[in-house]
């Protein structure tokens, strides 16, 4: 039997009843590690261990996305455990092991969590309202990395009269273009995408959207001006919820990771929800 269990947002306590049985009757656990935590201290792992009372095996994107098979093939004899940050189906990749599943013939359970696709409410925004979720990646101008594609979709679900939750990125156990060419087993410290990182990129995307003739949308859409609120660690006691202009928010510092971006539509103001 393999469980995919979602971990929720913010706590070890945050693991639901029929999760924890189930990770308690498994033989094996991984932790997925990569495309969300619960804490920039990998120290929680050991903190999982002392609640579950299970020894658990990081799974980083190597072991999830090359290797996944061996984690599925251990399930047709075994009882292995899967678990996310916040619900499973809040990535593709948790998506394709359900399917590589189905595929072997391999019985899953997925036992859910709340994440911060619904979690967004708290600051008020209806989940009716909200169009397609994208993601901010990290540019990286030595390896000539700067993808905007993202900006485009916030501008269009702001003419559909939608809000847009924006998923900020996190580099965990990366290696360098250069480590990667010479396959050597180095990796880059961690990283995590913050409120003011993000809207930096996009006040530079905005300026240089302004100067394009290719840019059709009206240049009020998005702008330095841009009314938005952050939020940051949602969930957590030390939560923030703040309210300025997309400049002024570059100078804000939030505090830890990890951040998520929402677009807000009020008329033809811009919100950004950022949380942790």
Not at 47 to 55: A, G, I, P
Not at 113 to 120: D, P, Q, R
Request: charged fraction near 25%; charge should be negative.
């Amino acid at each position: 039997m393999l469980y995919i269990i979602g971990l929720g947002l913010s706590d070890l306590e945050d693991i639901t009843v029929k999760g924890l049985k189930a990770i308690q009757s498994s033989d094996k656990v991984y932790l997925e590690h990569y495309t969300s935590i619960l804490r920039e201290d990998l120290n929680y792992k050991q903190e999982l261990e002392v609640f579950y009372n299970k020894e658990i095996i990081l799974a980083d994107r190597t072991m999830v996305e090359t290797n996944s098979d061996e984690i599925i093939e251990k399930a047709r004899h075994e009882t292995i455990s899967f678990l996310v940050v916040g619900d499973p189906f809040g990535a593709t990749t948790h998506t394709d092991l359900v399917l590589r599943a189905i595929q072997k013939n391999i019985n899953y359970k997925i036992i859910h969590n709340a994440s911060i696709m619904n979690a967004v409410g708290c600051c008020g925004l209806q989940l009716y309202s909200f169009g397609e979720t994208v993601s901010i990646c990290f540019w990286s101008d030595t390896e000539n990395w700067r993808p905007k594609s993202y900006f485009d979709k916030i501008c269009s679900n702001r003419v559909r009269g939608l809000h847009t939750l924006c998923l900020l990125d996190i580099k965990v156990k990366e290696k360098s273009v250069e480590n990667l060419i010479k396959g050597r087993d180095i990796y880059e410290p961690a990283r995590y995408m913050s409120v003011s990182q993000a809207c930096e990129q996009l006040i530079e995307i905005a300026n240089e959207k302004i100067t394009s003739e290719e840019f059709k949308v009206d240049q009020s859409i998005i702008n330095m001006d841009t009314l938005c609120v952050g939020l940051a660690r949602v969930g957590k006691d030390d939560q923030i919820i703040a309210v300025d202009n997309l400049k002024s928010l570059v100078n804000q510092d939030l505090g830890r990771p990890l951040h998520s971006l929402i677009g807000k539509i009020i008329k033809f103001t811009f919100c950004i929800v950022f949380f942790v």
